[in-house]
């Protein structure tokens, strides 16, 4: 974690190993006044004299809109629309957009909020295997309420914006600048041929993690689909393919590009880049697939930006039998592709899927929670597997991306909670009394001990 801020030098570099060169503009910070905190609560917000800082979620949205963030608030509102639960019940949600900008080659990635909110960050990207350094600007009651931090942010951004290094420079709010609209809008578009692009990912305004990740790259997709608009943009650093490309929205394992683009092969089509991308020009060419995948049905802010740049949307995923045939038959769709050609693709991949199924069938009642957004298509393969799965939790909101999914479930006896939450988790557990449960890492910490099936997390 690096301090940008310009100010006084601190002490001799660390031993730190270093992957990039975000902390070239490292520098000590101002010392925080006393009574002020910038670790465990937020300082006092411009306009409180409370200081209930982070811990109060409703506060924290009314300053927010108050400070000028409301229209951007009133946009996650439609997006991702709150649950039973008014505070997320994953990680911080910061975490899922600082992932994607970590993941992205030649991006630097910088932090505004309280230092413990950055610290958890940081600490979590690390174990999660980041290779990189994260900017931190920190601040203190006067610098938020003065406009100071922004000038810190500016000036630190203007210090990170070297071409030869980077392509973009991410920044990002957390809750209490976001709070107190400190004004990342204002920002520079771009600064040496650099590209500067400031998000506010605040915890009362984004429910999961999952979410965050659509919020990066949906301002990403819009700013290169601007630059695409404008002229001739950056190749693929593997150049264009040779085929139409479907475009694959929601992050994946390596593996799964691969075996899409072979059920892709047939129809004429090749897999196109995944979104959220690994590199800014990748970004161009996901606007220019033929169809967009949305394997994960909940990033609403990329789908308005492939909308806009007139792409189809195809729900749901090839998975399983009954999947891979309705995939395929909708991917034809979209892309005008001839029925019979549809139709021998399905007959050459069909039977073997529908025989491996019957190879190693899974037994015994399963219930399932998450929050990465693909507990439906999960959910769909035990079903297929021979499963009993009663109950099917996910963080993520309903959208018209998922309702394929959950037609299908809720035909076959299957309840499907969206924005579900631990406490509806753990009552379906205790009504339901599966074989085994699948869950999240806090669901399988707070099951009953002596009384919960087997519990296993994907996490």
């Known amino acids: 974690m690096d301090d940008l801020t310009q100010r006084d030098p601190g002490p001799p570099p660390s031993t730190e190993v270093v992957y990039d060169a975000v902390g070239a503009a490292a520098a000590q910070a101002d010392p925080v006044p006393e009574g002020n905190s910038v670790g465990g609560c937020a300082p006092r917000l411009e306009g409180r004299g409370d200081g209930q800082g982070c811990h109060n979620k409703a506060a924290l949205k009314e300053s927010a809109a108050k400070a000028g963030l409301g229209?951007?608030?009133?946009?996650?509102?439609?997006?991702?629309?709150?649950?039973?639960?008014?505070?997320?019940?994953?990680?911080?949600?910061?975490?899922?957009?600082?992932?994607?900008?970590?993941?992205?080659?030649?991006?630097?990635?910088?932090?505004?909020?309280?230092a413990c909110c950055v610290y958890g960050l940081t600490f979590t990207s690390h174990f999660y295997g980041a290779k990189r350094s994260v900017g931190y600007v920190p601040f203190n009651s006067e610098t938020l309420v003065t406009g100071k931090l922004f000038e810190d942010i500016r000036d630190a951004v203007h210090a990170l914006a070297d071409p030869a290094l980077y392509d973009t420079v991410v920044v990002t709010n957390l809750c209490v600048p976001s709070a107190s609209g400190v004004p990342l809008r204002l920002l520079p578009k771009e600064i040496n041929g650099v590209r500067i692009i400031g998000i506010d990912v605040p915890g009362f305004g984004v429910p999961t993690h999952a979410e965050a990740k659509d919020v990066l790259a949906g301002a990403m997709l819009h700013y290169a689909r601007t630059e695409a608009e404008q002229g001739p943009v950056q190749a693929p650093r593997d150049g264009r393919k040779d085929k139409p490309t479907i475009t694959?929205?929601?992050?994946?394992?390596?593996?799964?590009?691969?075996?899409?683009?072979?059920?892709?092969?047939?129809?004429?089509?090749?897999?196109?880049?995944?979104?959220?991308?690994?590199?800014?020009?990748?970004?161009?060419?996901?606007?220019?697939?033929?169809?967009?995948?949305?394997?994960?049905?909940?990033?609403?802010?990329s789908v308005r930006e492939f909308e806009a740049a007139g792409r189809p949307i195809v729900g749901s995923a090839p998975v399983g039998h009954d999947g891979t045939a309705d995939w395929l038959a909708a991917i034809g769709e979209a892309c005008g592709i001839a029925k019979d050609k549809v139709a021998a693709a399905q007959n050459r991949f069909l039977p073997a899927i529908r025989g491996a199924l019957a190879a190693k069938p899974v037994k015994g009642r399963i219930t399932l929670s998450g929050y990465e957004g693909s507990e439906l298509l999960v959910a769909r393969l035990l079903v297929e597997s021979g499963a009993e799965v009663p109950y099917v939790g996910t963080a993520c909101p309903r959208t018209r991306w998922s309702d394929a999914d959950r037609e299908w479930l809720e035909a076959r006896g299957v309840h499907v909670q969206f924005r579900a939450s631990l406490e509806q988790d753990l009552a379906a557990l205790e009504t339901v009394k599966p074989d085994l449960a699948i869950g999240t890492t806090p669901w399988c910490r707070r099951r009953r001990r002596g009384r919960s099936p087997p519990c296993t997390s994907p996490t």
């Open 248 to 301: 694959l929205l929601g992050e994946m394992f390596p593996a799964d590009p691969v075996s899409i683009g072979m059920l892709l092969e047939p129809l004429g089509l090749a897999a196109g880049p995944v979104v959220p991308t690994r590199e800014w020009r990748e970004l161009y060419a996901a606007l220019d697939g033929a169809a967009v995948a949305a394997i994960h049905p909940f990033y609403a802010a």
């Open 71 to 114: 229209a951007v608030l009133e946009q996650y509102a439609k997006d991702y629309p709150q649950g039973p639960h008014d505070q997320p019940q994953s990680m911080c949600p910061a975490f899922g957009s600082l992932r994607v900008g970590l993941r992205m080659r030649r991006t630097a990635t910088v932090l505004s909020g309280s």
